[in-house]
């Protein structure tokens, strides 16, 4: 099987990186300094187990790779528009196309039923590039539970004891070549599960990064010290309500909000989307923040204390330079 991971960062890297142990073709796309240095020195992932050394085919060029039964993009959110005729040249009659993020997916109500189904989202997709050129059909959703960061050019330290993609298409429907995931990655140490109900999992996650995200962003503090006082403890419950409302005002089941809290008030990681601003990176503002607001307002779900946080932390965003509102 033909595998492309596109975008060597830190989630990308990550999955390359236990994908290359397999008997999969692999090959990753790179660029600037990651690309250099896995060229140079392989791509070296970092788990709590092991050290993972190995040399992918990698290139800036996608075109130079062929089709590819199976793409894996990893990049965030604000980028995707702009690769849409790099995913585009790795593309055969059935190759699918998956695609790891946080937040709510450009093909989110693709195969959704009801009167949403359809509905295409400006602030993800603003030139329909990728509904209309790569395709909603092609879409499998992936929710990535790995902390990982990039420590150095091509090196990858994944952090969590247990790392999991949970991954599935838009209808629900089985595939065989997503069927051969978990056979392919789970002895790698990599686990994955396929659902039929992927946007459960997105609102799963969604909800608990709304909360963390924003906090994150405002703090940029991990939530284990954010979470520990009582103010902020109850805020976030606000806040963790306000979201498993909209999920199944919506249809979807997002799980054990309180769960997910007890969780969150433990982690010890800095939420990407706060590493991206310290960097200096683009935010994945609309995809985790604005567009599940968006939400809200069409299934009419009163949100007032996301409403603020979310508000306050879009306008760091804003004040680093790295937000611009492209729809108004």
């Not at 429907?173 to 051969?180: C, F, H, Q, S, V």
């Not at 601003?277 to 985790?288: F, K, Q």
Request: glycine share 8%; hydrophobic share 45%.
């Amino acid at each position: 099987m033909k595998i492309c991971v596109y975008g060597a960062g830190a989630v990308g890297g990550h999955i390359a990186g236990r994908l290359a142990t397999t008997e999969a073709d692999v090959s990753l796309i790179a660029r600037g300094e990651q690309l250099a240095a896995i060229r140079q020195n392989g791509l070296r992932v970092e788990t709590r187990e092991e050290t993972l050394i190995s040399h992918p085919v990698a290139t800036d060029q996608p075109a130079d790779l062929g089709p590819q039964d199976i793409v894996i993009v990893t990049v965030k959110a604000p980028a995707l528009p702009n690769i849409v005729e790099g995913i585009k040249s790795l593309l055969h009659e059935d190759t699918l196309v998956l695609f790891v993020g946080n937040g709510i997916p450009w093909w989110y109500f693709h195969a959704h039923g009801g009167d949403l189904d359809g509905t295409q989202l400006r602030r993800l997709d603003p030139d329909h590039s990728l509904w209309d050129r790569i395709g909603p059909e092609r879409a499998v959703g992936v929710v990535a539970y790995t902390a990982c960061t990039v420590t150095a050019p091509g090196v990858i330290r994944a952090e969590n004891p247990v790392n999991r993609l949970i991954i599935g298409r838009p209808d629900g429907k089985a595939d065989p070549k997503l069927d051969a995931l978990p056979s392919l990655l789970n002895p790698t140490g990599l686990e994955v599960s396929i659902t039929p109900r992927i946007r459960d999992v997105i609102w799963t996650k969604l909800s608990m990064n709304l909360i963390g995200g924003s906090l994150a962003v405002l703090t940029a503090s991990p939530m284990k010290d954010v979470l520990n006082k009582p103010a902020m403890a109850g805020t976030a419950k606000a806040m963790a309500d306000e979201g498993s409302a909209i999920a199944r005002a919506l249809g979807c089941d997002p799980g054990n909000s309180d769960e997910g809290l007890v969780k969150l008030a433990k982690s010890s990681h800095l939420q990407s989307i706060a590493q991206d601003l310290l960097a200096g990176r683009p935010m994945e503002i609309d995809a985790l923040f604005r567009v599940p607001l968006d939400l809200a307002e069409l299934a009419q779900v009163p949100t007032p204390n996301l409403d603020l946080i979310i508000e306050l932390a879009i306008q760091r965003a804003r004040a680093a330079g790295l937000y611009l509102d492209t729809v108004k």
